[in-house]
């Protein structure tokens, strides 16, 4: 049995503490739910956590199950009407087509504080930062995760045969291939002799024969890709002896990297070889507010301090019309 240094000890247990009072619990040893304010708190430090979750939308919703809110929309509203013949017709904010509903469901996101890495750290006076900056790295970065590759949910998830999470929940590329596959494209070669010479071509046919006509001008059609296939459209660029003034050059159009008339984001854990257009603003994770749980106990016959945390959640595409997945790109040649 590990036996923390009496410093560590007093301040994991400062840190358990002050989680179990800052949720108005009495105590951290057994389960407790994350009041409001520290659940909304939460929600945006996980969108700071990683710059992909920073431009997506992560949303409270007060049912577990329900019509989809249509955020980043593009819809209009200017219209004319004769009202000796008809009403005048609002634009229902929200209103998409009912392709599918959004349905959350339990997430467990359970951390364990090993003592012997911890014992490390006691000495240290961001202790409890350093504690709360860790799970919440995780967990954000498991959203990422589930994003890309949850293909769906298992009742007993296994990391071992799916490292992705693809077993966890359903993500966005999983609701593409099921609800949108008149846009979705798997496996296609680009290369001299092919249709489509290189992958500025194809983003350009994406955008212009696969996006629904009112989304094609949209603020914030981005390519989001994998870096592999970034790197092999700029690697001829680099890999040359340029002049210095050349070589700046060069470097300055990497930095600006752009598939077609598109900016480029090469998120982690986006599946390779594979192309989404779409906005930011078009993917989203909904949280049911109030299921957002906790239970911080120590185990000492495992030699950790673990914390147990759930939350009722989903990934939602909010308008299928506004995206294209292409998968298993082959670069030829």
């Not at 199950?65 to 609002?90: F, V, W």
């Not at 990422?144 to 693809?166: C, E, M, V, W, Y």
């Not at 070589?247 to 077609?260: C, E, S, W």
Request: hydrophobic residues 35%; glycine residues 6%; negative net charge.
């Amino acid at each position: 049995m590990f036996t923390l240094d009496p410093q560590t000890a007093i301040q994991l247990e400062q840190y358990k503490q002050q989680v179990a009072r800052l949720n108005n619990a009495n105590n951290h040893t057994s389960a407790f739910n994350v009041i409001p304010s520290i659940e909304q708190k939460l929600l945006e430090v996980y969108r700071q956590a990683t710059d992909f979750l920073g431009r997506i939308n992560i949303q409270g919703v007060k049912a577990g199950h329900g019509q989809k809110l249509g955020l980043g929309g593009n819809q209009s509203a200017a219209s004319t009407t004769d009202t000796r013949i008809q009403p005048r017709r609002p634009t229902n904010i929200g209103a998409l087509e009912a392709i599918d509903e959004y349905l959350c469901t339990q997430t467990n996101s359970d951390i364990a504080y090993l003592y012997e890495i911890i014992d490390n750290w006691g000495y240290l006076p961001d202790f409890q930062t350093k504690l709360a900056a860790m799970a919440v790295k995780i967990v954000s970065e498991d959203k990422q995760r589930i994003g890309f590759n949850g293909t769906h949910r298992a009742k007993t998830s296994n990391r071992d045969l799916n490292p992705l999470l693809q077993d966890v929940n359903t993500g966005w590329l999983e609701k593409i291939r099921a609800y949108n596959s008149e846009r979705h494209i798997d496996g296609i070669t680009i290369g001299a002799s092919q249709e489509f010479k290189n992958l500025d071509a194809l983003v350009e046919m994406a955008i212009n024969e696969m996006i629904s006509e009112q989304h094609r001008q949209a603020d914030g059609l981005t390519a989001i890709t994998s870096r592999n296939l970034v790197s092999d459209k700029y690697v001829g660029l680099l890999n040359q002896n340029h002049s210095p003034t050349e070589q700046t050059a060069a470097k300055a159009l990497y930095q600006r990297q752009q598939l077609g008339s598109l900016p480029v984001d090469t998120p982690a854990f986006f599946v390779p070889n594979g192309l989404l257009i779409t906005t930011h603003d078009n993917l989203s994770i909904y949280q049911q507010r109030g299921t957002m749980r906790r239970h911080l106990i120590d185990e000492p016959a495992w030699d950790r301090t673990t914390d147990y945390q759930s939350v009722n959640e989903c990934y939602v595409v909010e308008d299928y019309s506004k995206t294209v997945l292409i998968e298993n790109i082959v670069m030829e040649g």
